[in-house]
C-alpha cells in the first residue's frame, strides 16, 4: 500500500466513524465503540506504517480542494520524519486512549455520541499533522476545536462542563484569528499556502523583515492560543470538566501539542525574524514558570497536571524557539507518553475517590490502587526530570538549547525545572503518603481491567521512551549528536541541583505527613496569587464583562437609540407629514382637482419650455 | 376660420375652460357633472378636429370621440345613480355636506 | 306663386328656398293633421263606444276641431304667478319643433324628400329624443306638483322605452344596410315590405312609439285620473294648443318612420307616392287610436316592466336573430 | 358660409355653456348644456363627423341629459335655497378655470400641430363600423364592459340606499 | 426532454405560479390537499433546479439556458431569462429552501390556503429575480418577492408582527423607491433604451458620475433588503415575527436579492462606479460583520440572535463583494448559498423548539439537549456553521472572503476577522444557554422533531455538509462568471 493510500486510512477511518455516529448509528452504541476502537487501530497501524515507510526526502501529494484565481487550496499529505514522528504518537496516543476509554465509559449511556467525537478529534488531529496546505492545517485546526469543544462539553448538561467547553472553544478561538491573520498576510503575497511554498518563500528571504515577524507574531497567537501559552492559557485547567480520557488525550498527543507541532514545522519562519524568536522564547519561559508555581499550589489532581501540561508546552516552545527541533519535538515526544500515563492513573484514582481533591485521594484511595499509584510514580518520575527517565532526556536538551540564549531565558527555565520536580513528588506524596489513610473497599469491575491495561503498556513505555532520542532525531532528519546528553556538563549538574532542591523541598513539606499545607502557605499572599493563576482568569473575566460586555452593550444602545430611533423617528416625521397631507384631502373634489390641473399645468409648462 | 386647426383647438380650450369653472365654482353635484360632461365635449371637439387635420386616418380620431362618449354615458349613469343614492341618504346634494373623508 | 319661389330662390339660394317651401307645406300639414286628428279619435272613440262624436258643424263634424282651434286661439293666455317664466314659455316650442325635424326627412315618395341625409334614421332617432325636452321643461317650470310627477312619468317612460324603438329599428337597419330612408324604402321594392320579414320588429315598435308618444295605454305623464292633465296642467290657451299640436305631429311623425320602416313607404299601384304613404300613416294611426279605446291605462311599474322584462329582451333577440340570419343568408 | 354657420355654432355653444355653468338653477343649466351640445354637434358636422354629431346629440342629449334632468327632479325640490356665490368661491374658480386653459392656449399657439392635408371626404356610418370591429375592437370590446359595469354599478348604488330607510 | 431543458428556467418559475393557481382553485377547507400541492410545486421546482445545476457548463461565463421573448420591444422591456454562474447558485438555494420551508409548515392550520398561496407568490418573485435578465421584469419580480411579505408576517407572525411587517414593508419600499428611478435611470442614461441587462452590461457607455449616483440608488436600495448598515433594523424584527417557513425564506432567500442585486445590476453594469463605492461598501459591511455580532450577543430572543446574525453574516457578502477579486467574489456568492441554507436551518429548529416551549427567550429555555437531541443537533451544526468552522459550507465563504479581504484591504479584513470571535461567543452563549445545563423541568416531556418533519432539516444540514467538504461543486461553477466579472471591474 502506498504512503497516499496510509495517510488516507489515518484520516478517514476516524471520520467515517463520526459520519456513522451522526447519521444514526447512535442506537447502537456498542457497534460505534467497536468500529471506533478497530479505526484507532488502523489508524495507529497506518501512522507506524507511515513512519516506518517513509522514503528519503519526504513525500507530497496533493489536489486541488477549492481554487480561485487570487489562490487555491488544496488537499494533500505532506510526509517529512516530523510529521509522520507526530503522526505516530497521536496514533499510538488516540489507539491507548480509546482502549483506556472502552473501560472508562462503559455505563455512559451516550458512549456512542464519545467515541463518535473521540475519532474526530482524530481525524482533525491527523489533519493537521499530515497536511500539505496550511489551508488544510487551519481547516483540521479549527475541526480540533469543534471536537475538543465537543468533548470538553460531552457532559453538558453539567453548567461546569458547557461553560468550560464554550471557554475552550472561544479562547483558541482568540488564538485562531492571529493564525488566520497570518495565513491570509501571507496568502497575499502567495499564491496559495502549501507548506513547502511557504518555507521555500521563507528561505528565499524576499519578504522584508516587518512582514516576517507581523506572520510570526499572527502564527504565534495562534499557537499561544492551541498550546495554552500565556495569556490565552486559561481554559486548560477548566477543560478538566471533560471526561478523562479527553483530558488526557487531549494533553498529551492532540489538541496543545498541534500548537507546538505547527511551531515546529514552520520553525524557520519563527526563526527568521529575531524579535518573534526571542519573543517566543520569552514567553515560554514566563508560560512555564508561571503556570508551574500554580501547580505548586493546586488542589486539584487533574488541575495540577493541567498546569503541569502549560509548563511542559512551554518547555516544548523553548526548545523549539531556542532553535533546536529536536530538542522542542522530542519533548513533546515524551510529555506525550507520561502525561497520557499520568492523566490516565488519574483517572483510575478518580474514578476510585469520586473526587479530584488531591488531599481527598490521598486520605480515601492512596497506594490502595497499585496500578495507578505505579502509574502516577512513574509519570511523576518522568515529569520531575529523574535522570535517565523520559522528562530528564527531553527537558535536559531544552535546557542545553534554552542556555545558548541567554541566562536569563537558562535562569527562569532551571527554576521552573526546580517547581516542576517540586510539584511532580508533591502529587505523588500527596496521593500515595497520606498517614492519615482511611480503609477502603476495593471495587473490582470488568471494565477496570481495559483502564489497568493500558496504564501498564504507558508505564513501558514512558520508561523507555527517553531513549529513542538519537533515532527520533534521525527520523527527523537531524544527527543523533543533536539528541546526546552531555552527562558530564554543567548543565546535567545544574538540573540535578534543581531536581534535589525540589524534590527535597516537597518531600521536607508532604512526605512525612504533617499538616500537609506546603512552604508556600507559609506566605498566604504569594499562595493567593499562585492559586488564583497570577489573576490572569480574573483578567479575562473582567476582560469580558467589561470589555466584550460593554461592547455588546454599546451597540445595542446604538442600535435601540440611535438607528432605529431614527428610523421609528422617520416613520413619525412621516405621521407628522401625512397629517399635514391629510389636511389637504379635506374631501373638496374641486381643491384635488385644481391640485392636479396645477401639476399637470406645470409639466405642461415645463415640457413647453425643453 | 373653419379650416384651421387651431380654431377648434381653442374652442375646445374654452369649453374646457368653462367646464373647469363650472366644476370649480358649483357646489352642486349635478352641476358639477354638467361641467365634466363640458369638458368631456371639449375633448370631443379636439380629436374629431384631430381627424380632420391632422390623422393619418381620419376614422380613428372619431372613433376615440365615440369612446369618449361612450364613456362619459358610463359615468353619467354611475355619477347620477351617486346622486340619487346622496340625496336619499342625506337629503341633499351639495359636496358642502359630503366632506367625511376630511382629515 | 312661382314667381314669389323664383325670387326668394334669387334671394336664399336653391336649397335653402327649398327648404322653407318644404318647411311651409309641413307646417300646414301639420295643422290640418292635428284638426284631422283631432275629429278622427273623437269619431273612432264614438264608434267604438256606439255613439257618434262630433256632427253638427261641417260635414260630419268635421269643422269641429277648426272652431275648437279658433276658440284655443280666442282664450287668454294665463301665466301662473310663481312659473319659470322662460322655460313655462319655450316648453310648448321645443316640444313641437323636433316632430316638425323629423317631418322633413320622411321620403314622400321616390323623388320627394326634404333632406336626404345619409344616416337619416339615426337623425330622427335623436330629434326624437328631443321632443323629450319640452315635456320636461313644461313639467317642471310649471311649479305644480301634478305637472312635476308627470315629467318624470314621461322622462323615464321615454329613456325606457327608446331602447326597444331603437332595437327593433335596428333589425331594419340590418336587413337593408343602411340608415338613409330612402335607401331602406328602395330595398323594399317590389312589395317586399319589411313587415313580412319582421312582424316581431314592427310589433315592438308600434307598442314603442305609443308609449313614446304617450298615447293610451301609455298615457301615464298625462293620466286625468290621477295627475289632472300631466305635464301640461298648468298650460292654457295656445300653451296647451300647442303642445296638443306636438303630440299629434310626432304621432304622424312616428307613424311615418313606421310606414317607411315596415311597410314600404311610398310605394303602392296605380296611387302617387304620398298619397300610399299618408294612406299607410293613417292606418297606423288607427291602429294607435283603436288601442286607446279598446285597452285601459297601465300602472307606472307595468309599464316599466313591460320595457324592461319583455320589450328589451325581445328587441335584443330579435335583433340578434336577425343578424344570425343574414350572416346564414349571406355565405 | 362655412364660416358664418361655424360662428353661428360657436355663439350657440358658448351661449349654452356660460348658461350651463354660471346660472343658479340646476335646471336652468341643463337647459344651456343641451344647447351648447346642439352647437357642438353642429361643430362636430362642420368638422365632418356626422356621425359622432348625431351621437352628441342622441347620448348626450337625449340619455346624458335626460337621465340628468330626471335625477333633478328627484332630488332637487325647485325652492331649494340657490348657493352662495360669494368671492371667495368664484375667484379661485376663475384662477385656475381661466389659468389652466390659459396655459394651454399658449402652449398650443406656441407651437403648431403637424397637419396632413384636409380630407374632405365625408367618414360615413359604414367605415366606422369597420373600424370599431376591426382595428378597435378591443377598446370596443372593453367600453361595452364598461358601459355593462356601469349599468350594474349604476343600479347597485341607487338600491343600496334603498334598502337603508332611515340612512 | 429536449423541449424541457430548453425552457427550464420559465418552468421552474411557472412551478410556485401554477401551484398558486390550483391551491387558490382548492377549497378552503381541504389543508391536506393544499400542502401536498404546494410539496409538489415546491419539490418539483427544486429538482429543476438541481436539473439546471446538472445542465450547467461551467466552462463559459456566458447566460446559459436563455430564453428571449418580445414583450414591449418599443420601451425595450424584454422578458429575457438566464443563468450563469452567479445566478445558479441562488436558483438551488431558492428551490432547496422553498421546499424544505413547506415541509417545515406542514403542521399550520391557520388559514393554510391563504399562507401557502402567499408563500408561493413570494417564491415565484424569488425565482423570478434570479433568472431575469431583464431590468423590468428584474423589478417586477422582486417587488412580487418583496410584498407578500407583509401579509405573511402580520397574519401567520407572533411577537409585535404588526408592527414588524409595516417596518418591514416600509424598509422596502423606500428600497424599491431608490431602486426604480435608478433602474429606469439605467436604461435611459445608457443611451440604449433597452432593459435588457446583458446589453447594459456589454455596451461600454461613458457613465460619469451619474453612474456614481446610480450606483449609490442601487446599492442603498437593495443594500436595505440585503440589510446593510445602518438600515438593517427592519431585519431581525422581522424574523421574530415572522412564522418559521416564512424566516426561512426571509433570511434564506430574500436577503439574497438585496445582495445579488447589486452584485448583478450595480457591479455588472456600473463597474467603475463599484470602484469607487468599495471603500465603502467595506467599511459598512465590517460594521455590519463586528456591529451585528455584537448586537447579536445582547439579545435574550432566540429569534433576534439569528436576525443579528443574518445581519452580521451579510456583511460576509457584501465585504466579499467589495473586495472585487475572483476569491472575494466568489466567496460572497458561496456565503448567500451557505447563509441561506444556514440560517433555514437555524429557524425550521427554532420554529420547532418554539412550537413546543412557546418561548424563544433565551433565559427560560435549557437543558434542551437531552430532551430535543435532533433539535438541539441540527440547530449545533447551523450554528457551528454561522461561526465557520470548517467542513459546514459557511466555512468556505468566509474563508474565501476574510482571505480576500486581508488582500485588499489589510486593516478592515483584519478587522473584519474578529467578527469570527464575536460570532462564535453568542452562537455558543446560546448553545450552552440554551441546550447545555441540566435539563429544565417544564420542558422535560416535550417531543423531539418527529420522523416526517425530520427531512426537510436534514436536506438542509446535508447541503451544508456537502458543501462545505466539496467546496468544488460551488467553485467550479462560479469560476468562469466570476473571472469575466472580476476582468470588468479591472476595467
Known sequence: MTLNAWADIAIGAPLAVFFAMLLGMRAWPRAVVGLSLLSALAVALATWMMALNLPEGGFTSSVPWAVTDDFSVSFGYRLTGLSTAMACVVGTIHLLVQVYSVGYMADDPHKARFFGTLSLFATAMLGIVLSADLAQTFIAWELVGLASYLLIGFWNAKPAAAQAAKKAFIMTRFGDLGLFAGLALMVSRLGDLKIDTVLLAVEANTWEPGFVTAIGLCLLCGIAGKSAQFPLHTWLPDAMEGPTPVSSLLHSATMVAAGVYLFALLQPLFLASEFTATFALGLAVFTALLAATVACVETDMKRVLAWSSISQLSFMLMGLAAGSQVAGFFHLVTHAGFKCLLFLSAGLFIHAAHTGDLLAIGRKVGRSAPVAALGLVVGCVALSGFPGFAGFMSKELVLHAVHEQGMVFYSGALLTSALTAYYAFRLVFLALFDPERESVEAHPSAALKWQQGVVVILAVLTLGIGWTGGDLARHLGASADEAHIHWMSSGVAFAMVALVLGAGLAFVDFGRGGERAGSFAKFPAMHRFFASGWGVDAFWRTFSDVGIAGLTRLALLIDRGAIDRTVDGTGAATKVLGGVAARMQNGRVQLYLSIALGLLATGLLALGAM | ?103 | MSGLIDSVQGVLGGWLTELVIGFVLLAVLITLNAMFMVWFERKVAGWVQGRHGPLHHGPFGLAQTALDVVKLLGKEFIIPSKVDRPVFLLAPIIAFLPALAILSLIPYSADMTLTDAQSGLLIVFAFGGLSLGGIFMGGWSSNNKYALLGAIRAVSQNIAYELPLLLSAMAIVLMSGTLNLTEIVDAQAGYRWNVFFQPLAMLIFLISAAAETNRAPFDIPEAESELVAGFHTEYPAMGFAVFFLAEYTYMFAVCAIGAVLFLGGAAGPLLPGPVWLLLKVYFLLFLMVMARWTYPRLRFDQLMNLAWKYLIPLALGNLMLTAFVLKLVQT | ?167 | MAWLDAHILTIILMCPVVGLGIVMLIHNGKDLLIKQVAAVSSGLSLVLSLRVWALFDASTAELQMVERVAWLPSAGINYIVGVDGLSLAMVLLTGIVFFTGVLTMWELTNRVKEYFAFTMALVAGVFGVFISQDLFFFFLFYELAVLPMYLLIAIWGSTRREFAAMKLTLFLLAGSALLFPALIGLAHYSGLNTFDMTLLAEADTDWGGMGLILFGFIYVGFGVLAGIFPFHTWSPIGHVAAPTAVSMLHAGVLMKLGAYGVLRIGMIILPEAMGSWAPVIAVLALCNILYGAFVALGQTDLKYMIGYSSVSHMGVVMLGLATMTHAGISGAIFQMFAHGIMTALFFSCVGHIYDRTHTREISRLGGLFHTMPRASTLFIIAGMAGIGVPCLASFWAEFLVFVAAVKTWPIIGILAICGLVASALFVLRVIQKTFFGPPLEAWKDLPDISNGMLPARLILAGTLLVFGIIPGLMLTNLDESVRALVAVLAG
Open chain 2, 1 to 103: 376660420m373653419a379650416d384651421d386647426l387651431n380654431t377648434y383647438l381653442i374652442i375646445s380650450c374654452a369649453l374646457f375652460a368653462i367646464g373647469l369653472f363650472g366644476v370649480l365654482l358649483r357646489r352642486n353635484l349635478v352641476a358639477m357633472l354638467i361641467g365634466v360632461e363640458l369638458m368631456l365635449n371639449a375633448v370631443i371637439i379636439n380629436l374629431v378636429a384631430f381627424a380632420k387635420f391632422s390623422a393619418p386616418e381620419p376614422v380613428t380620431g372619431q372613433v376615440f370621440a365615440l369612446f369618449v362618449i361612450g364613456i362619459a354615458a358610463a359615468e353619467a349613469a354611475v355619477g347620477l345613480s351617486i346622486v340619487l343614492a346622496v340625496h336619499k341618504s342625506r337629503g341633499s346634494i351639495s359636496v358642502d355636506d359630503l366632506q367625511e373623508l376630511a382629515g
Open chain 4, 1 to 167: 358660409m362655412l364660416d358664418l354657420a361655424l360662428g353661428i355654432l360657436i355663439v350657440l355653444t358658448f351661449a349654452g355653456a356660460t348658461m350651463a355653468v354660471v346660472l343658479k338653477k340646476v335646471f336652468h343649466n341643463l337647459l344651456g348644456f343641451g344647447l351648447s351640445l346642439v352647437g357642438l354637434a353642429g361643430i362636430s358636422l362642420v368638422l365632418g363627423s356626422e356621425f359622432v354629431a348625431l351621437m352628441q346629440l342622441l347620448i348626450f342629449l337625449g340619455g346624458i341629459t335626460v337621465a340628468m334632468v330626471f335625477a333633478v327632479m328627484m332630488s332637487t325640490p325647485r325652492e331649494q335655497s340657490e348657493e352662495p356665490r360669494t368671492a371667495d368661491r368664484v375667484a379661485p374658480a376663475l384662477l385656475v378655470g381661466a389659468g389652466f386653459p390659459a396655459v394651454m392656449i399658449a402652449l398650443l399657439l406656441g407651437g403648431s400641430f403637424p397637419t396632413s392635408p384636409v380630407t374632405e371626404e365625408l367618414f360615413g356610418v359604414r367605415e366606422i363600423g369597420l373600424a370599431l370591429l376591426t382595428t378597435f375592437e378591443l377598446p370596443f370590446e372593453a367600453i361595452s364592459l364598461l358601459l355593462l359595469a356601469a349599468i350594474i354599478g349604476a343600479v347597485a348604488v341607487a338600491r343600496r340606499t334603498r334598502e337603508r330607510p332611515d340612512g
